[in-house]
């Protein structure tokens, strides 16, 4: 009763509206001052009538209250039970997955292996590296006569360095198949055409200080600490590579197990 009442006022203020607005296109026409205040005071009227209509009215239903439970309801307890049986999903249930939806809108955005490496890097765009130990599962010159193994952990890290880095590699060595030995496990590792005309080969250790003096890196890797400690005086920065965690040799010397390691690939 109370919808179509309110229906036939509406219809009522549409007529109105009509007729109001023949008439202001003939206020209009014979404008003074009295009319304006006529018209400003009847629009007054009309917002004010439907800012009331548009309210609420009426009390508003009180919602029934919830029984207590007492551990002899044996029949309440069956009633809540159908009815979580026959939503399907009971509140616990829907409160944790809200949650979860939450937590993973939340959560951190993981960084790519990329932007590590850039970071702990310092944005540094050249580096300078020795093979054996860091990149070589082969820790002496003697074994490089034999072989020359690249270490699958280290490769991820390696290619994404070489990305956007000038990327060195040097080693010592005693021949020329050891030579041999290293550039065949670079190009079966796919890293030789990265590297391609950067990979530096030296008979002795003063060489390699040497390469690194000459080529001025942002960051030298190495497993000698004699090497490091050296260069701590002309290079930015430089990563000892060392399976104990040596004493720092200045404040520009960073320390760990392994390359993968640093860049928190293991």
Known sequence: MADNSKDDFFQLMKRFGAFLTLKVSNLFQNLDSRSVGAIAGLAFAIVFTWRILRSPSGPQRRRPKRQAVTPGSSGVNSHLSANVATSGVSPSSEDSSTQNVIDEFFQPVKPTLGQIVRQRLSEGRKVTCRLLGVILEETSPEELQKQATIRSSVLEVLLEITKFCDLYLMERV?????????????????????????????????????????????????????????????????????????????????????LEQFFGTV
Not at 219 to 231: A, C, G, K, S, V
Request: charged share 25%.
């Open 174 to 258: 005693h021949d020329e198949e050891s030579e041999k030995n290293i550039l065949v496990a670079l190009e079966d590792a796919g890293v030789l055409s990265m590297v391609k005309d950067k990979v530096l080969f030296c008979s002795t250790e003063n060489g390699r200080t040497s390469f690194v003096r000459q080529l001025e890196p942002d960051w030298h890797i190495d497993t000698n600490p004699e090497i490091i400690f050296q260069l701590a005086r002309f290079i930015k920065y430089e990563l000892h590579i060392s399976p104990t965690k040596p004493e720092r040799a200045a404040m520009n010397v960073f320390s760990s197990t392994s």
